[in-house]
């Protein structure tokens, strides 16, 4: 079943026109990775479906289980299970880490209609997520992301993506900065979330980060469109072969 | 109108605020030649404005216009409602010293527990020998209006080297509307002694109403305070209060004002570092909204050498809410070595909020390591998107980032159940908001 429709998508950003009419369908159970130069909008896209201010649609729509996301509010898209884990994390000073993902757990299942959780119940699954992602308890004491690396800051995305157990997983540009270690430790906490229910969106400039979370689906885009879409295989063909091609065809 | 408005320069006002007064207010002959002292003064240079440089963001001729009459003595059905604003607003644990429309309540009042640890009296008591209570070492309008009308106040002094196991409370309730409150207290704290002293003002189904108090605090050597004042009055009320303290050598005093009430505040606070080695920390949080005025202004003396004074200050202003921070530091000609510094932060959360912020040093001093630094701001929609993008809705994530801002000041208060109660109030201020 399609869970994200992206039909025909227009977005301008400041009276420029970044998303020409993309499209793009992912189903429940599947990983597509958008693969693509700097600034052909990657990022612009899933600003777009996570509902950043400062974009304006002016075509096109957003399906997320058949629903509109394009009317809602970005809490209420992700009460619904949509989760972006950001290019770049915000470091949040004074808001405890484990305040932040208590009040964000809560707030999306009160707006399911869902019970809070209580204490003992979100400590046990924070320490469990914790722990699989090689994240120490204190640093969950300290402000969000404040003082944390650029691969502290990636493992807390998907510390959330976890403890949110969100239905589509879109993952900016998550091996950034971060060197093969910690890049093999988000993989797998990623991978140990894929399931026959959620699909997730990885979204790289590069293909290494691919070798750890294999796509089913390999899009290419290209100046805010997707030029090119194929099995796994089309990623190494990118690494061989750049993404000048495209640029071209586009 | 029965009641009179001071006038200034060619107005000679004869005054029935005090007349009418003045066989209720309590005191020797000594005392009632102070006061009517104090009230000429007054009536000379009435209420502060906008040309008197102090008062220049404060004109409570603007803000305020006339002072109301003094409150009645509370009758019973006033006391059993300020009975259950206790019960609401007591810390737990705190001995509760409850002044009822500026008449102190021995019956709400935890006096028998208190006794055992600390010397009290009502300012009515005192006031029979110690005319002294009433003088101050600067005085202003308000401060003299004070003088001349103080009802009732709580007069305390804690003895050399006692701890007092726990904090003490003056709560300040208000049940009468569209009537004065005057209260002026007294807090000895002696050589080597520990205290916490909390101080809470709030409404009992009261309106409109007017408080003028003044805090004399004068702490011993050695000694470790920690004062705190949340003035929680009703939207539409005005509180105006005046603190003198006077800290000697090697001493820690801890001061945290919350203003979260009032139509019309200022908080001025006059502190003398009088002895060497002695750390200052005075923090404040402004929570306003609708179209509040709340005023904070501290003027900071170092005397002498060798102290440090730390000032965090914070405003949230909503809607077309007033905050004005005026932060004085003295550095005394003597006061080598000294170390102040003030920092005020404001968060505009509306187009129309107003943050006014007037840092002044006064350096005599030649080594000395003096600062200050200001901010003022909209909440980051960056920080507002991330969390919204995890689930929470834009009120709850203005919340979070509120508290987080406020949270530096608050955080400077070391004992957590007194920073908890803090943050519930803080907490009922964002509730409130539209
Ligand atoms: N907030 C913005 N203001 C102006 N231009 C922007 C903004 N965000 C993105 N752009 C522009 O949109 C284009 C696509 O950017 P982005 O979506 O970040 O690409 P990618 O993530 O693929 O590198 C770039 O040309 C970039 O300069
Ligand atoms: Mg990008």
Known sequence: MALLEVKDLKVRVEEREILHGLTLTVNEGEVHAIMGPNGSGKSTLSHVIAGKPGYEVTDGQILFKGEDLLEMEPNERAAKGVFLAFQYPVEIPGVATMNFLRTALNAQRKARGEDEYSTPDFLKKVREVSKSLNIPQDMLKRGVNVGFSGGEKKRNEVLQMALFEPSLCILDEMDSGLDIDALRIAADGVNALRSPGRAMVVITHYQRLLNYIVPDVVHVMSKGRVVKSGGKDLALELEASGYAQFEDAA | ?434
């Open chain 2, 1 to 434: 109108m029965n009641v009179a408005v001071a006038k200034t320069g060619k107005g000679r006002a004869v005054s029935d605020l005090f007349t009418s007064a003045e066989g209720r207010l309590p005191g020797s002959p000594a005392v009632t030649a102070v006061r009517r002292e104090a009230f000429e003064t007054y009536e000379r240079l009435g209420l502060p404005h906008r040309r008197i440089e102090e008062w220049k963001y404060t004109d409570l001729r603007a803000l305020v216009g006339e002072v109301l009459p003094l409150a009645a003595s509370p009758d019973a059905a006033a006391l059993k409602r300020a009975a259950d604003a206790v019960k609401v607003h007591a810390i737990d644990g705190a001995r509760k010293l409850v002044l009822v429309d500026g008449v102190f309540a021995a019956d709400l009042s935890d006096v028998k527990a208190l006794v055992a640890e600390a010397g009290f009296k009502t300012l009515r008591e005192a006031l029979d020998k110690d005319a002294g209570l009433l003088q101050t070492a600067s005085l202003d309008a308000v401060i003299a209006l004070n003088a001349a009308m103080a009802t009732d106040g709580v007069v305390l002094s804690i003895a050399d080297g006692a701890k007092l196991s726990a904090p003490i409370q003056i709560i300040h309730i208000a049940t009468a509307g569209s009537v004065s409150a005057f209260t002026r207290s007294q807090i000895v704290i002696g050589k080597g002694a520990r205290a916490t002293i909390v101080e809470t003002f709030v409404a009992a189904d009261a309106k409109a109403y007017q408080v003028n108090d003044a805090v004399l605090v004068s702490v011993g050597d050695d000694a470790d305070v920690a004062h705190i004042r949340l003035m929680d009055d009703a939207p539409d009320a005005v509180n105006i209060t005046s603190h003198f303290v006077t800290i000697g050598a090697n001493v820690k005093y801890n001061f945290f004002n919350m203003t979260t009430g009032a139509a019309v505040s200022r908080l001025q606070g006059f502190i003398t570092l009088a002895g060497e080695g002695s750390e200052l920390s005075a923090n404040g949080v402004n929570l306003l909204q609708k179209t509040e005025h709340g005023d904070t202004t501290l003027v900071v003396d170092h005397a002498v050498p060798n102290c440090v004074s730390r000032e965090i200050f914070r405003a949230v202003i909503d809607d077309r809410g007033h905050s004005v921070f005026q932060g004085r530091i003295i550095v005394r000609p003597d006061a080598q070595k000294t170390d102040g510094k003030m920092m005020t932060r404001a968060l505009l959360l509306s187009d129309e909020a107003e943050a006014d912020n007037k840092p002044e040093l006064e350096i005599f001093a030649d080594d000395v390591s003096c600062g200050h630094g200001a901010t003022a701001g909209a909440l980051d929609d960056n920080l507002l998107f991330y969390l919204k993008a995890r689930g929470l809705p834009e009120k709850q994530a203005q919340a979070l980032l509120i508290q987080a801002f406020v949270g530096e000041a608050i955080e400077q208060i070391a004992d957590e159940p007194l920073r908890e109660h803090v943050i519930g109030i803080a907490e009922r201020w964002l509730e409130r908001r539209s």
